[in-house]
């Protein structure tokens, strides 16, 4: 039995070791993309600097711009962009990726806190998916907001002091540079910690960017707010249609009703928040997983942005006991890592759905709420 022991012992470590060479070297070619010639390198980097500048330069944006699909609070968080030629700005990126990474791999590992023999297949699992490096090569905001996002709750998960609020709140103030990826996360933020402080700060901090925005304009802020609407109603419909998949966008389309994109999101966006306060006391990571799914499944998303899958996975691996949870995580990870079938991702992922839905309704609110008060 020990030697079966060390000999399982040492696979794990040999598979974790290799998968974590081919994270670092797909990562580093994603880099080599970012910065060099080709006419997709830093693309999305670039459109969000030549929207920055129109924005505070009183150019028109939404009406000229098609790409400028983020809100107006999302121009103020973006302002340092309009500070560096697109050259340095892309050098700014690549390191601040790099921290990122190195956040997002220790994130996986603090919460599925593996065996020593597993911890390199751990710090793997985000590295080397197919998802962050296109995001990467194009210069997408998807790893800042997710991790952002994600670190936010963690420290509001922490001890009750103002600081851990104001750093919580100021943490997912930038996570919403991207809402449409972190939106969702903000149940988890007002209903995990068992305090309304850390939401309350993260919302008013936007708020302020918002107003920011506004004030720089000449147009009236509803004018604004109006024109951003239509452009990102616009360009998820077309992007549902030209790369998109995967989202309720996606699937009323192919039922023939494009009108009930807006319902089919609310209803997510809604009944994301009966999980997290549903589940406020259970284990965070499993809520977590859950936002992570309704996030990637409420809107138009492209492939990159099937990063936000990765807290599903996280909590689906805490499940040690279950052979069936842990199957589907390695299963909806490999679809990751590998170019598959998009019918494959998405069925991985109703699949997690399904069983992290399972695994918070099992835990009653109330006996949740003992163990908390019991310490």
């Known amino acids: 039995m020990r030697r079966e022991g060390s000999l399982s012992s040492a696979v794990a470590l040999l598979c974790g070791v290799a998968a974590l060479v081919f994270g670092v070297v797909r990562l580093s070619q994603a880099l080599r993309s970012l910065r060099g010639n080709g006419p997709r390198a830093a693309l999305n980097l670039k459109q969000r600097h030549e929207e920055v500048l129109a924005w505070f330069g009183g150019d028109s944006v939404y009406e000229a711009l098609p790409t400028a699909v983020y809100p107006p609070g999302s121009m103020t968080l973006l302002a340092p962009l309009g500070w560096l030629d697109p050259g340095p700005a892309t050098h700014v990126y690549a390191t601040l990726t790099l921290l990122l990474c190195a956040g997002l791999a220790w994130w996986m590992r603090r919460s599925v ?140 389309a192919m039922l023939g009703l494009p009108r009930a994109s807006v319902l089919a999101t609310l209803l997510l966006l809604g009944g994301g928040g009966v999980v997290a306060w549903r589940s406020r006391r259970a284990d965070p990571w499993l809520v977590l997983g859950v936002l992570g799914i309704a996030a990637r499944l409420a809107t138009y998303h492209r492939s990159y942005d099937d990063i936000l899958i990765l807290p599903a996975i996280a909590g689906a691996l805490t499940l040690r006991g279950d052979l069936i949870a842990l199957s589907v995580a390695g299963v909806a990870w490999l679809s990751l890592v590998t170019p598959a079938p998009p019918t494959l991702r998405v069925a991985t992922w109703l699949a997690l759905l399904v069983l992290l839905l399972r695994e918070l309704w099992a835990c009653p609110i109330a006996d949740g709420e003992a163990r908390a008060s019991g310490g």
């Open 113 to 252: 806190r593996p065996d020593t023999s597993w911890v390199a297949l751990t710090l793997a699992l985000p590295l080397a998916t197919l998802p962050l490096a296109e995001g990467i090569a194009l210069g997408q905001l998807h790893l800042v907001s997710l991790v952002a996002a994600v670190a936010a709750v963690t420290v509001a998960l922490g001890e009750r002091s103002l600081a851990r609020d104001l750093v919580a709140g100021a943490l997912f103030a930038v996570a919403l540079v991207k809402p449409s990826n972190t939106a969702l996360f903000f149940w988890a933020l007002l209903f995990l910690p068992g305090r309304i402080r850390p939401a309350a700060i993260a919302a008013a901090l936007y708020g302020i960017a918002t107003g920011v925005a506004l004030a720089v304009r000449q147009e009236s802020a509803l004018q604004l707010l109006r024109e951003w609407a239509f452009r990102a109603m616009e360009g998820a419909r077309f992007g549902a249609g030209g790369g998109g998949y995967g989202s309720m966008h996606d699937l009323v």
